[in-house]
């Protein structure tokens, strides 16, 4: 197994995993990414409420607090289940096909899976990222359309 470090668009530490199996047709590829800071959170967090208890005091109206409180909990889980990807894998497997699996915060695990038969080729592509002026680079899957 073999891992480089990389960083992501916006300065963050990822690493990227490279297995090779018994069969020399089998690799899987993965990213990780950080994890969920405590030290973000909390920030964020405390932020959101005391900015909801300035308004409060302001105010006096307990729906101000009721709402901050609901409000930062339901985005916590949202950002959690649906945003916040722990990592990512690639696994190759020549004669059979490729599946991406992508672990979230949340536990949540989503897989994909494309029979090497609707695989009509795999580009490496570029794109420029405008607001930090730099170039990117992902892996695009063409598959063969199956109506023609």
């Given at each position: 197994m073999q891992e480089l470090p990389f960083t992501t668009?916006?300065?963050g530490a990822i690493s990227l995993q490279c297995?090779?199996?018994?069969?020399a047709s089998c690799r899987e590829f993965s990213v990780c990414a950080q994890k969920l800071s405590l030290r973000e959170l909390?920030?964020?967090?405390c932020s959101i409420w005391l900015a909801a208890y300035a308004l409060f005091a302001y105010t006096e109206n307990n729906a101000v607090l009721s709402g901050a409180i609901f409000v930062t909990l339901i985005g916590l889980l949202v950002y959690l289940h649906f945003v916040k990807i722990d990592q990512e894998s690639l696994l190759v497997i020549a004669s059979l096909g490729?599946?991406?699996?992508?672990?979230?915060?949340s536990g949540k695990e989503s897989t994909?899976?494309?029979e090497m038969n609707n695989v009509k080729d795999?580009?490496?592509n570029e794109a420029i990222y405008m607001v930090s002026a730099s170039v990117i680079y992902f892996s695009v899957c063409l598959n063969c359309s199956l109506s023609h």
């Amino acid at each position: 197994m073999q891992e480089l470090p990389f960083t992501t668009i916006h300065g963050g530490a990822i690493s990227l995993q490279c297995r090779s199996y018994d069969a020399a047709s089998c690799r899987e590829f993965s990213v990780c990414a950080q994890k969920l800071s405590l030290r973000e959170l909390t920030t964020c967090t405390c932020s959101i409420w005391l900015a909801a208890y300035a308004l409060f005091a302001y105010t006096e109206n307990n729906a101000v607090l009721s709402g901050a409180i609901f409000v930062t909990l339901i985005g916590l889980l949202v950002y959690l289940h649906f945003v916040k990807i722990d990592q990512e894998s690639l696994l190759v497997i020549a004669s059979l096909g490729i599946q991406m699996t992508s672990y979230y915060a949340s536990g949540k695990e989503s897989t994909t899976f494309i029979e090497m038969n609707n695989v009509k080729d795999v580009v490496i592509n570029e794109a420029i990222y405008m607001v930090s002026a730099s170039v990117i680079y992902f892996s695009v899957c063409l598959n063969c359309s199956l109506s023609h």
